[in-house]
């Protein structure tokens, strides 16, 4: 079975930082390209950042120089470490596992930015 939990979301005031993590079992973790997507209230879920399997990443534009993603191929983890929030960044983040047609989600994590 596969399971994809996430955690690390919460309240955080503006320019303050947090750090959501991953949890994977059930997949070659290895071999799986890794995401974070985000959705806010009324909007379309938003690809935030990707880790292939080999390690090349990519971000969103709006978190260039604010966000991290890195992955722990021993403890099946993936992690986005998320600096200088904005309000804007307020949305459910989710994990994303993918390869080939395989795509797995998790159930996802509440983050808001407000003072």
């Known amino acids: 079975q596969v399971q994809l939990v996430e955690s690390g979301g919460g309240l955080v005031q503006p320019g303050g930082s947090l750090r959501l993590s991953c949890a994977t079992s059930?997949?070659?973790?290895?071999?799986?390209?890794m995401a974070w997507y985000r959705q806010a209230p009324g909007k379309q879920r938003e690809l935030v950042a990707a880790?292939?399997?080999?390690?090349?990443?990519n971000y969103l534009n709006s978190v260039k120089g604010r966000f991290t993603i890195s992955r722990d191929n021993a403890q099946s983890t993936v992690n986005l470490q998320m600096n200088s929030l904005k309000p804007e960044d307020t949305a459910v983040y989710y994990c994303?596992?993918?390869?080939?047609?395989?795509?797995?989600w998790g159930q996802g994590t509440q983050v808001t930015v407000s003072s």
């Open positions: 994303n596992a993918h390869i080939i047609k395989l795509e797995y």
């Open positions: 059930g997949i070659i973790f290895r071999i799986y390209d």
């Open positions: 880790i292939q399997s080999g390690g090349n990443t």
